[in-house]
């Protein structure tokens, strides 16, 4: 079983659409919760960032962490052409650790 | 948010060379950064930590001795590929901590590397 698990894809949605991306996770020493945004041949942007449990909002982002049941989401409102990319979500368990990330979700947003 | 920068952003090389990758922290000081390497359509795979001062750390698998890495200062991290062959083309990303946050990474623009 791999630590992090993360549906690939692709998710096509029409612009304006709610979307949702979620990764589950099977180990309970992960505390940081991060998702990135990675347009093709680019490094990994990171868009949220969340301690422990909780949900985070920023913008059209909102992010949940659900440690009870290892499963954190990332929501995004009013999705727009330009947020077409892989989403990968990244976990680790202290400040300064490496990082563990899941294989990543490509989202196709169509005008 | 913080900055990384990687240079060069791409390179080709002939099997048998080595190649040289270097990691910068712009704005602030980073005494850990991690090396990753990612194939076409597949996530981001740890290869090592790079520590300041002290030798890097590997990831199960990663042959030290073909991916040299120093972490020559606090805001420079370099890899080598040494002995390049084909089967070494990937993308290569490098990340560092941001130590005046939480310790969140922050990734670089990355290095595709191709040996032909």
């Known amino acids: 079983q791999k630590e992090v698990e993360q549906d690939p894809g692709p998710l096509s949605v029409p612009e304006g659409a709610i979307v949702s991306l979620n990764c589950t996770y099977s180990?309970?020493?992960?505390?940081?919760f991060m998702w990135y945004r990675q347009y093709s041949r680019k490094g990994p942007e990171l868009l949220m960032y969340?301690?422990?449990?909780g949900n985070k909002e920023d913008g059209r982002f909102t992010a949940q962490v659900d440690k009870s049941s290892k499963y954190i989401s990332l929501f995004i409102r009013d999705s727009q052409p330009s947020d077409s990319a892989t989403y990968l979500c990244?976990?680790?368990?202290?400040?300064?650790?490496?990082?563990?990330f899941g294989t990543g979700t490509k989202l196709q947003v169509i005008p | 948010g913080a900055v990384v920068s990687q240079h060069p952003s791409r390179v080709i090389c002939k099997s048998g060379t080595s190649v040289k990758i270097e990691c910068r922290s712009l704005?602030?000081?980073?005494?850990?950064m991690f090396w990753y390497r990612q194939f076409p359509k597949k996530s981001l795979m740890l290869m090592a930590t790079?520590?300041?001062?002290?030798?890097?750390?590997?990831e199960q698998g990663v042959e030290k001795d073909k991916f040299l890495i120093n972490h020559a200062s606090l805001t420079l991290s370099t890899l080598t590929v040494t002995s390049a062959h084909p089967e070494d083309s990937s993308f290569y990303i490098c990340?560092?901590?941001?130590?005046?946050?939480?310790?969140?990474?922050?990734f670089g623009p990355g290095t595709r590397l191709t040996v032909l």
């Open positions: 990340s560092a901590p941001d130590i005046r946050g939480q310790g969140n990474p922050f």
């Open positions: 990244a976990m680790m368990a202290g400040g300064y650790q490496k990082v563990t």
């Open positions: 790079s520590n300041e001062g002290s030798k890097a750390t590997y």
């Open positions: 704005d602030f000081q980073a005494t850990t």
């Open positions: 969340t301690y422990s449990s």
């Open positions: 180990n309970s020493a992960f505390q940081y």
